[in-house]
């Protein structure tokens, strides 16, 4: 079973003021991250919940969800590692830097450590190109990276 | 130097309104603007020469006055999905000057008889979702925004509202699929958002260092801004310099700036005193040219001429020790990545494009591929739905047109590898 | 000054060849009508431009780049090439991009000899691939439902199945999953696609992508017999094409009829005739239970009908026909019954209704062109589904408001602009209401304690109608209660007599041709052509001085009268009393009595059991003749399999022969001929004009009855109300049927303030009495009625619900215990 937590209902309150009440089907997005935020990924319940607030069916909720990236619909690791592989970054070694890390986390791209901590994803342009080679965990952009940066970002990750 | 959009911009704790508004006549531009008539602001606009800075480059005071007549309510979707790879001045200005986007946003919608904005952010963009919000809810507090601004009887709501992650809602029509919430696929055109956009109602779509743009315009003359850049391409311009220089970053320059100049003197020349090879001037959409052509002034016509575009303002420096093919393929990955599958040479022809230049980078490529390539290029360009696939190809196309003997080299490698006849 | 922008039509340019074409027209439509083809693999002209496949890139002067045709507004001198170089190396490259990875199977894909793939390559594609990798590797022929099959290879991603979802079945359950290459077909977490109109998405996929899992490897399209016939389920009568091969149905497919379907069959029309081939169909004439030749099965009925009527007079025996028939058929029976027997006890109903409007009949068409659509007592989603689509149509991309009243919430609320729920039974004190406001007056001070509406909403509707500029009344004659059918006729009367509003109707009684059965006479007050008894001239003019002019007895009175002895013999025609009628299991008991029971039906029932003498019908793809749709469009539904059995007419015609009928009629036609001849309002239908799209046949006069003031009685329990559903497990649709994944369980749908009283909840199994007999069902508290209601969804003929209702009563009450 999935439901909103309280917080999250508040949330949604203020994210549905922001649209037209006839076109709540906007809040799509954002009730979608909400979910994601709160389970760490998108459950197929969360879906047909979502539907039923914006009134759409559950198979365009997913519809959308598949759509974007950033949505997971299988569990991932606590801390999701992203390197951007695009241009600027290529151009700075992000594949080298990439490789580390997977060699460290002992994983491959794609994939989750058994402990459930790491997730290891290529992303394409993080839109922080000036500071390439650019990793994103969770939400927070680390820039300029090198493998001593690798290093210290993930042991502050607890 | 002319500072228009960057002046200022790391003064500490510019994020907050106090400090914008001591720093730089923050929300200065209200008074004047509110002054005139919206039309007198939209004429004021069309004067100063400003043109899209997301891409097209179309110009901003003309996309404003093709807002279908007497149809309301009309929105204002801030675009910044910024998601050209190569390009990352949109985030420098959100994280560092929030209240000036606010500030433009407000000035647009007075002119455009809008009330209500968004500011359709990339998801990736989390962190500064909440420092836009907190400037909002400052400018709530402060009276620039709410009902009744500054006794006007001028009301606009401003809201932020986040993307997840995908490129093609950069593209006007699919930024606005997306904020109705719906897979951000590009819709036909016509009608144009400015006719039908956001729930069927005339649209501005402008890009964030478009609207940061219009303070100072409002605030200092259309002349004081036209008077910047060349004859046709007024006013400054941010250009994220990114690759192999030695100071990578965003630089605010005077349209028309020779490109080369940017590179050495803005961005610290090419790193490890390498040369040159290749730059592509306006993100990753637009066709590359080679070292021999850095001196082209950096304005919209003058790249037009030289066979590219200025895009996003994103100049994407290669080296010398650089294989291009390396780079295209890159490329070639993220449009396949990115294309929304709707149209079928966009969907079919990024993969099979990846799929060759695979092979050639694998060192499995044939001669007759380039050739393919090339042809793959034309059956995608101007066929797709939405310009995503034209700009697919440009990387290719270009790379072949100017550096085949990269392609050879790869190539030719094979042959000299294998015995012949094995093939 | 300048003419063009006055007209409604815009001329342009095609290759060199000039089209003029209504406004608004797309490219690749206005090419259609000189001839020209622009290939298309998305575009469907009821799904509207799209644009996603890029087959129909054209070059049209002015223009810098090329457009695509489907997506492109005709434009006054627009000049458009469809043949240059660019345009056909553009054609070619798509279709290498479209094949890429789409398999090369053909030879063994259903879609093979009709595929716009392979006629679009083999007319426009480029002689052979560049293609040297590998095909992205999907699912082969896997259920997207228990009766479509899904090839994920085979699909080129063009959307026209998941826009017809979204657009015309409104209900998104089938969407695309994923982006880029990725992108795929699929239904939320892959649950089975099964919707009411799933099927629609066969006819119009353009590859073999999606097929029907009963036709998959069955035959080769080209070696199928195609007949163009019509469905033969609800009143609608969608056009249809029967594939046939070696005289078995392989397949149904749509044969669009804008007049009538759009273009779009149900699911039960698509795979509801499974019976055409069933091993419980009525294979041979019986007498006594033994199987005997059909001049001995017609002889016996003669002699025994003679005997009867000799000893106890004509009225001692009746006819109950039913909506089902043909109306060569049933002009057949009702001629033999009144010319030959010389009773008007003939009837093909279990509800009252009058024939003729007092206001025009509307077409289906007319739903779509309607400011208001009134929607009374109608559940079109389970009644006549194709009238659901027209109306969601209407609704959501017509402009067309809605107002439905009703005893029961039905999926046509969600398209309401309001909906106005009213006691079950109470439907004739409502109109009552309506009547009242329309004319101007007060609706009555006990409306809402009667009917659980407040006055106010009916001042609403009163409104809407007399500020609407034309108003579609439709309505569903079998599910109003006792004489309320005429107060809605005097509800029409008066809203057609509004100064502003042109006000139609519809009368939308679910079963295939009860509007062909009503306008055959199969009544036991009017004669054909809704001439009613009192018109004895007219009558005695048509018919012969012999006519009989006395009253008949109504169905429900036949089977009263059976079981008092005062009718003798009994002619049962296309119609299950035992299970059908109210009273159910009571009428087996009444039918029991007779000297004689005939039954004439396709399918072996539970009242052909009871027969003395069993007649083999051959039904819907084997029969041919004309049928009536609710629209009072005539068509001709044509045989596409061939049976030894005689037709229904022809042994009407056997018997008539032996009761004294000196000519016989050559064929059906000689029938349908007849009818022009003697019918009012069919005058102009001859089979040659109604061979394409049919032909509306002409006013039917009006005739009302009084209305009887029904008090709804008090007494204990909740008030039963028996709604029609689409898949209803029953002789057509049996257990072997392609549909059976649709049947639903028993279930009970009851307000929660009375589920709260009776201490029951959600899914608790329950037994439902009333009349004598019980029900078992689930307990569903949807609130679907008002307080003090039970609806019960007929769900199979085995759940046996209408032997809970009273026969003759307008109201049934049932009891709910645990």
């Known amino acids: 079973m999935f439901a909103f937590t309280e917080a999250s209902e508040t949330r949604i309150e203020k994210i549905l003021a922001k649209y037209p009440e006839s076109r709540k089907v906007s809040a799509l997005l954002p009730l979608l991250t909400l979910a994601q935020d709160q389970e760490g990924y998108i459950t197929p319940e969360a879906m047909i919940e979502i539907g039923k607030r914006l009134d759409v069916s559950p198979a365009y909720v997913e519809s959308v969800c598949t759509f974007y990236t950033m949505y997971y619909t299988k569990p991932v690791g606590k801390y999701v590692v992203k390197f951007c592989i695009n241009i600027s970054c290529h151009l700075n070694g992000c594949d080298n830097l990439m490789e580390y890390t997977a060699r460290k986390l002992g994983i491959k791209e794609g994939e989750t450590t058994p402990d459930k901590k790491f997730t290891l994803l290529k992303e394409e342009c993080l839109a922080a190109c000036c500071e390439a080679p650019v990793m994103q965990v969770n939400n927070k952009y680390h820039v300029n990276m090198t493998p001593e940066k690798v290093d210290q970002v993930l042991e502050s990750c607890k | 130097m002319t500072e228009i959009l960057f002046k200022a911009i790391d003064t500490p704790n510019l994020t907050s309104l106090d400090v914008y508004e001591k720093t730089l006549d923050g929300y200065q531009s209200l008074k004047k603007a509110f002054e005139k008539t919206p039309d007198e602001l939209v004429e004021m606009v069309k004067a100063s020469g400003l043109r899209g800075r997301g891409g097209a480059g179309f110009p901003t005071g003309l996309k404003w006055s093709f807002l279908a007549k007497d149809v309301f309510p009309r929105y204002l979707a801030c675009n910044a999905d910024e998601s050209e790879p190569g390009t990352c001045k949109d985030r420098e200005l959100l994280m560092k000057n929030p209240h000036l986007l606010i500030e433009g946003m407000i000035l647009c919608s007075y002119a455009c008889q809008i009330e209500t904005g968004y500011i359709y952010m990339r998801g990736e963009f989390w962190e500064y979702e909440e420092l836009m919000d907190t400037a909002i809810e400052e400018a709530y507090a402060k009276g620039y925004l709410g009902k009744n601004i500054m006794g006007t009887g001028f009301n606009l709501d401003i809201y932020t509202h986040m993307g997840a992650g995908a490129y093609i809602c950069g593209e006007e029509s699919a930024l606005l699929t997306s904020l109705e919430g719906y897979r951000g696929e590009p819709r036909l055109k016509p009608p144009f958002p400015a006719v039908e956009g956001l729930y069927g109602k005339p649209t501005v779509v402008n890009n964030v260092e478009t609207l940061c743009a219009i303070p100072f315009i409002v605030l200092n003359g259309a002349e004081a801004y036209a008077a910047i850049g060349t004859e046709k391409s007024k006013g400054t311009k941010l250009v994220s310099v990114s690759g192999h220089v030695n100071k990578p970053g965003n630089y605010e320059i005077p349209l028309g700036t020779p490109t080369i100049d940017l590179i050495e003197k803005y961005a610290g020349g090419i790193r490890n005193g390498n040369k040159l090879k290749a730059f592509i001037p306006g993100g990753s959409s637009v066709p590359m040219l080679p070292a021999s052509k850095a001196d082209v ?54 993969r099979w494009m990846y799929q060759i230049l695979s092979d050639i980078i694998g060192r499995k490529g044939k001669p007759e591929q380039v050739e393919l390539l090339n042809d793959i290029c034309d059956n995608m360009a101007f066929k797709c739905f939405c310009p995503l696939g034209d700009a697919a190809v440009a990387p290719v196309v270009s790379s072949i047109q100017y550096f085949p003997e990269d392609y050879e080299e790869l190539i030719a490698s094979l042959k000299s590898e294998q015995p012949v006849g094995a093939h | 000054m300048d003419t063009a922008t006055q007209t409604d039509t815009v001329t342009l340019t095609i290759d060199g060849k000039t089209v003029t074409v209504p406004k608004g027209t797309v490219v690749v439509d206005a090419a259609k009508t000189v001839d020209i083809e622009i290939p298309v693999f998305c575009y469907h002209e009821k799904l509207g431009p799209f644009g996603c496949c890029r087959m129909c890139l054209v070059e049209v002067e002015k223009m810098p780049k090329m457009t695509t045709a489907c997506t492109l507004t005709v434009g006054e001198g627009m000049v458009v090439k469809t043949n240059t170089e660019k345009v056909e190396k553009a054609q070619k490259g798509v279709l290498e991009f479209t094949l890429l990875n789409h398999p090369l199977d053909c030879p063994v894909c259903d879609k093979g000899g009709e595929c716009p793939l392979q006629d679009n390559t083999f007319k426009f594609g480029p002689p052979d691939t560049r293609m040297d990798y ?315 304690s009667a009917t659980g509406v407040a006055s106010s909403q009916l001042q609403l509707v009163a409104e809407k109608i007399k500020t609407a500029g034309k108003v579609c009344v439709i309505y569903n004659p079998a599910a109003l209660t006792g004489s309320a059918i005429h107060t809605l006729k005097q509800c029409l009367a008066t809203a057609g007599g509004l100064a502003e509003t042109a006000v139609g109707a519809i009368p ?156 016989a009629p050559k064929d059906v036609h000689a029938i349908t001929a007849e009818i022009a001849e003697k019918v009012g309002g069919y005058q102009e239908i001859k089979r040659s004009a109604i061979r394409k799209e049919g032909k509306n046949r002409a006013v039917v006069p009006s005739s009302n009855g009084a209305t009887a003031s029904e008090e709804i009685a008090t007494g204990d329990g909740l008030i039963l109300r028996i709604a029609d559903v689409l898949f209803s497990h029953d002789k057509i649709l049996d257990a072997e049927s392609n549909l059976a994944h649709q049947f639903q369980p028993s279930t009970v749908h009851l307000h929660a303030s009375d589920a709260n009283g009776l201490g029951v909840q959600e899914g608790d199994e329950v037994s439902v009495s009333g009349n004598g007999h019980e029900v078992k069902a689930e307990v569903r508290i949807s609130n679907r009625c008002n307080p003090g209601g039970a609806v019960l969804p007929k769900v199979s003929d085995e759940q046996d619900v209408m032997s809970l209702a009273e026969a003759g009563k307008a109201i049934s009450r049932v009891t709910i215990k645990k």
């Open chain 3, 134 to 448: 590998n095909r992205f590797n999907r699912d082969k022929a896997t259920p997207l439902s228990p009766v479509i099959t899904i090839d994920r290879e085979r699909c080129i991603a063009c959307q026209r199945c998941t826009r017809y979802s979204d657009i015309i079945e409104k209900d998104q359950a089938l969407v695309m999953r994923n982006r880029g290459f990725q992108n795929r077909v699929s239904t939320f977490n892959d649950q089975p696609y099964d919707t009411r109109f799933s099927g629609n998405v066969i006819d119009i996929c353009p590859v073999g992508a999606l097929t029907n899992t009963d036709f998959r490897f069955t035959a080769r399209s080209w070696d199928l017999t195609n007949s163009s016939t019509l469905c033969g389920h609800c009143a609608c009568n969608c056009n249809m094409t029967l594939g046939a091969r070696l005289n078995e149905m392989k397949r149904i497919t749509t044969r669009p009829n804008d007049l009538v379907d759009d273009g779009w069959i149900c699911d039960k029309a698509r795979w509801g005739y499974d019976f055409t081939k069933s091993k419980n169909r009525i294979a041979q004439p019986r007498k006594q239970g033994q199987v005997v030749a059909i001049q001995d099965a017609c002889s016996e009925v003669v002699v025994s009908l003679k005997k009867i009527v000799e000893a106890h007079g004509p009225n001692s025996v009746g006819f109950i026909g039913s909506g089902y028939g043909l109306n060569e058929d049933l002009y057949s029976y009702q001629k033999l019954f009144r010319e030959h027997i010389g009773t008007n006890n003939i009837d093909h109903k279990t509800y009252v209704d009058t024939p003729g409007l007092p206001v025009t009949h509307f077409d289906l068409l007319d739903v779509e062109t309607s400011d208001l659509v009134v929607l009374i007592a109608s559940d079109p989603t389970e009644e006549l589904p194709i009238l659901d689509l027209r109306l969601k149509k209407a609704v959501e991309r017509q402009g067309t408001e809605m107002i439905v009243l009703n005893d029961q919430q039905t999926l046509m609320d969600k398209y309401a602009a309001l909906s106005v729920r009213y006691n079950i039974g109470s439907d004739g004190a409502l109109l009552a209401g309506l009547n009242a406001v329309l004319q101007g007056q007060s609706a009555g001070s006990d409306l809402e």
């Open chain 2, 297 to 350: 002034p950096y304005d919209y016509e003058s790249l037009m001429e030289a066979g590219t575009m200025l895009g996003s303002g994103a100049l994407i420096v290669m080296d010398d020790t650089t294989n291009v093919v390396s780079e295209a393929l890159c490329l070639a990955h993220f449009y396949m990545h990115e294309s929304c599958g709707k149209c079928t040479p966009c969907r079919e022809g990024t």
């Open chain 3, 508 to 663: 939308a009684a679910p079963v295939t041709n009860a509007m062909g059965a009503m306008d055959m006479g199969v009544l036991p007050d009017c004669y054909p052509g809704g001439v009613p008894l009192s018109n004895s001239d007219a009558i005695k003019a048509k018919w012969g001085d012999t006519a009989p002019l006395e009253k008949g007895w109504s169905a429900l009175e036949m089977i009263e009268k059976a079981r008092s002895g005062e009718l003798k013999a009994l002619v049962v025609y296309r119609s299950n009393p035992v299970v059908d009628f109210p009273g159910g299991r009571n009428v087996e008991e009444a039918l029991g009595k007779l000297d004689l029971l005939v039954v004439h039906d396709i399918m072996e029932t539970e009242t052909a059991k009871l027969a003395q003498v069993v007649l083999p019908s051959n039904g819907p793809g084997f029969d041919e003749g004309t049928t009536t749709n609710i629209g009072g469009r005539v068509q001709l539904r044509t045989k596409g399999l061939t049976t030894d059995n005689p037709a229904d007419w022809k042994i009407v015609s056997m018997i008539a022969k032996e009761l004294g009928q000196e000519t």
